[in-house]
């Protein structure tokens, strides 16, 4: 196990270098933004080797941080450039304008469904992302992010039930699963909306 | 306790499960000084910079809105809970968390100054914080690998656990990333930002992360 281990060390170690020596010798602001999301993804991996639970939940939080850095550099290399929103009023292709994204999103909202919990949230939150961009929207933002703030606190009030009444497990596993699934595809769908004209 | 915590001993350990905090009177000294000034940013009144006209008496005062400053505000106070935690936490993965929100906190600052030196000043400086944390989440987990716990009280405690030298050097490595007090040269032009009380939040705090990553180095 340990000579696995060094293997994958070794290999993130060179992953690491290459990023790095990609890093040192690009000189555009926006390359070197990307290439610092492949630097990411060896600190992952380094998490990742442990192989164990810990890793698992070491991770999430890693992922989360790295995400946080990347859009808030993100938002200053636009107001850096001084690059103006854009408006994108829907995509211009001629399947996307037919019924296809209706009934690809209806299906990933079901798939996504039946999973439930955090990866159900991404899934369906993919096709609301996906119906969002592909037509144009009106929404009430406001009853969105309350929709969002309810389910995240259900969520945290099941890990409460978790750690003080743990008799009532089941309860508290619905409760968690349906939280964490409205919480992650309304602020999916958030992130389709802010795509569009640029008023949220 | 087998060894000597060159801290002092704990008053006190608070544990949720295998993760802790604990305050001993190294950590609670620097607790109540990042404490202090997230209160001073509260409360504190933003000062208004003005700039002397080269060769004559004439000077001008720069404006700053009002949302801009809100904006720091909150970001500096977040910087101060974020050191806040850094502090007092005895859980190594929490820590590298908390110096890495440092460092986001000391790019949000100044991100909202319309001044393209600043804000090209912040850009760099944040690529280098995103990129520190390569080693300071890699030395988190090469530390969890090796002795098997990321508790410091665990690692002071038993005198079995020993960390290998080359992964507290990239511990230090991705904390002096993320803003160490002597190796901010990226960050002085950031203090060309206006608005006095928040843009010293990210002094202190890089202070404050310096201070602390020597107790923890020594200790684990």
């Known amino acids: 196990m340990w000579q696995e281990y060094s293997i994958g060390l070794l290999l993130v170690f060179i992953a690491g270098v290459i990023a790095f020596f990609a890093l040192v010798v690009e000189k555009d602001d926006l390359h070197r933004l990307l ?14 080797l442990l192989g164990t639970d810990l890793a698992e939940a070491l991770i999430l939080p890693g992922l989360v941080v790295g995400i946080a850095e990347l859009l808030a550099l993100s938002q200053i290399y636009v107001t850096k450039e001084g690059l103006k929103e854009r408006k994108v009023q829907g995509l211009n292709i001629e399947v996307i304008q037919a019924d296809a994204p209706l009934i690809i999103s209806v299906l990933l909202i079901c798939y996504g469904v039946i999973l439930s919990g955090f990866t159900g949230g991404g899934v369906a939150g993919l096709g609301v992302v996906f119906y969002f961009m592909a037509r144009g929207h009106r929404e009430h933002f406001e009853l969105l992010e309350m929709a969002s703030g309810i389910s995240w606190a259900i969520w945290i009030f099941a890990f409460f039930v978790f750690m003080f009444i743990p008799e009532y497990w089941l309860l508290a596993l619905f409760m968690a699963a349906i939280g964490i699934l409205l919480k992650v595809i309304v602020k999916m769908s958030l992130v389709g909306t802010m795509w569009g004209d640029g008023n949220g | 306790m087998g060894m000597v915590n060159p801290g002092g001993t704990p008053y006190f350990i608070l544990e949720f499960g295998d993760e802790l905090v604990y305050f001993s009177p190294y950590t609670v000294s620097l607790f109540i000084l990042a404490l202090v000034f997230t209160i001073f940013a509260v409360i504190a009144r933003p ?43 005895g859980d190594l993965f929490n820590f590298t968390l908390f110096i890495s929100l440092v460092g986001i906190c000391n790019v949000g600052i100044v991100a909202a100054v319309k001044n393209r030196h600043v804000q090209n000043a912040a850009y760099q400086y944040g690529i280098v914080a995103l990129s520190a944390t390569v080693p300071l989440f890699g030395a988190a987990a090469l530390i969890a690998a090796t002795t098997g716990t990321l508790s410091m009280v665990e690692l002071w405690s038993n005198a079995a656990l020993a960390v290998p030298l080359v992964v507290k050097a990239l511990l230090v490595l991705g904390v002096m990333g993320e803003g160490m007090a002597p190796f901010y040269a990226a960050k002085a032009e950031m203090f060309r930002a206006p608005g006095a009380p928040y843009v010293i939040m990210c002094s202190l705090s890089s202070l404050l992360i310096f201070l602390r990553v020597i107790e923890v180095v020594l200790v684990i």
């Open chain 1, 35 to 48: 290439l610092l999301d492949l630097v990411e993804v060896p600190s992952l991996g380094i998490i990742a």
């Open chain 2, 47 to 89: 000062e208004r910079q003005v700039d002397i006209v080269f060769g004559g008496d004439a000077f001008y005062a720069k404006e700053t809105s009002l949302a801009e400053l809100k904006f720091r505000r909150f970001m500096a106070i977040a910087c101060g809970f974020a050191s806040m935690g850094a502090m007092v936490t």
